[in-house]
């Protein structure tokens, strides 16, 4: 009664080890009354916040989107010099403006022009097949991730839209999952928003449109919502209008793996944050999780020493201590979740739904310190 998922292709070597690294950080903004609101993306918010903090740190104008496609391209680059030569990278815009500044972006970052695939030229299908076929680094597309989009050497991604349908999320993560040689890894990077960390953490889920079926009966019902999720936003509408982006800093709030979550927030440019970029670009899955496991150990390590050696504000204090504090109960839980797999042999993802069906909450990656607690000491029963 077992369906073939996400994980078990992983295990298989079928499908590429996809690594989530989520930015948080502060975006500011004004309404259309004139006043200002902060929010820290990654913390408990109203919907509305959520959406103003996100469309802020999406915005090309502001400090957040710069420094994640700088880090995008660190990545890309260790994973071409680590060998996969070719690796190409995608930006995925929520609509044509922004495209077309995020390209602008990636053209002054890296001194190549990226390639532009907008979803209303008639020519899209023909830039994706030249995209394809060349070693060009980066293409930036508006919403195009249907099955039909087929790149092979895609590796590294950066999900800079607002829509959030798991379809449409899982459709787009099975542009970067297609293993064509052993250890070949993906990496995806988004902004660290509940709905986003939750779908990231469920691959498997998903596991029909994030391996992709190309041969299944099409009942048309998934064609028509993929379609009208491309469609949609192609332009900038009334909501986004109504209020004014000024600025979001950026962080690297955490790296989701399988189900599992590593690490703790860091600031963009960081020594910390280049540990996880440097990643070698040919792992296996278990690799992977020895090495986010190592990297989350220094870094835990490391923040402990810097403090007891310089303590921080007081106001710092607590938000780092409230962050140590999750990433070692996720840093127990992980292996306390091997464990169950080295003697059930069932996939760390499906150990991470299982203890969720039974606990209740959220994903590891946005549950509070009680739920992990509740999962560690459930798990160690089993």
């Given amino acids: 009664d077992h369906a073939y998922g996400y994980s078990d292709a992983l295990a298989d070597g079928v499908v590429r080890p996809v690594v989530f690294l989520a930015y948080s950080g502060e975006a500011r903004w004004r309404n259309s009354a004139g006043d200002e609101f902060t929010a820290r993306l990654g913390e408990p918010l109203s919907a509305e916040q959520t959406a103003r903090a996100w469309r802020t740190a999406l915005d090309p104008e502001g400090e957040w989107i710069p420094a994640v496609l700088h880090s995008a391209d660190v990545r890309l680059g260790q994973l071409r010099a680590g060998g ?194 440097g990643l070698p670009g040919l792992l296996d899955a278990e690799q992977m999780r020895a090495l986010l496991r190592q990297r989350q150990s220094d870094q835990l390590e490391q923040q402990s020493k810097q403090q007891a050696a310089t303590p921080p504000p007081a106001e710092v204090t607590d938000r780092v201590a409230a962050a140590g504090q999750l990433a070692q109960l996720r840093k127990e839980l992980n292996s306390l979740v091997a464990m169950h797999h080295y003697r059930t042999g069932k996939p760390h993802g499906v150990i991470h739904g299982e203890l969720r069906r039974v606990c209740g909450g959220p994903p590891t990656a946005i549950a509070t310190v009680e739920q992990l607690t509740e999962r560690i000491s459930t798990l160690r029963q089993w």
């Fill in 84 to 277: 996969m030569p070719d690796a190409g990278g995608l930006v995925i815009a929520t609509d044509q403006t922004v495209a077309r500044a995020y390209a602008k972006l990636l053209a002054s970052l890296t001194g190549e022009e990226p390639a532009l695939v907008l979803s209303d030229d008639p020519s899209a299908s023909r830039r994706i097949a030249e995209f394809a076929a060349s070693n060009q680094k980066w293409m930036v597309a508006v919403r195009m991730v249907s099955e039909g989009v087929d790149v092979p050497r895609l590796a590294v991604g950066v999900y800079a839209t607002s829509a959030s349908t798991p379809l449409y999320f899982a459709q787009a993560i099975g542009r970067f999952v297609r293993s064509r040689r052993k250890g070949e890894t993906a990496s995806v990077f988004l902004p660290s928003v509940p709905v986003l960390l939750d779908l990231a953490s469920q691959l498997e889920a998903q596991r029909d449109h994030v391996l992709g079926k190309p041969h299944r009966e099409k009942d048309g019902l998934d064609d028509e919502l993929l379609a009208d999720a491309n469609r949609k936003k192609d332009e900038p509408g009334e909501e986004e209008k109504a209020f004014t982006s000024l600025g979001a800093d950026a962080e690297l709030d955490q790296v989701i793996y399988d189900g599992s979550s590593f690490g703790t927030a860091t600031f963009s440019g960081s020594a910390e944050e280049a540990d996880y970029l």
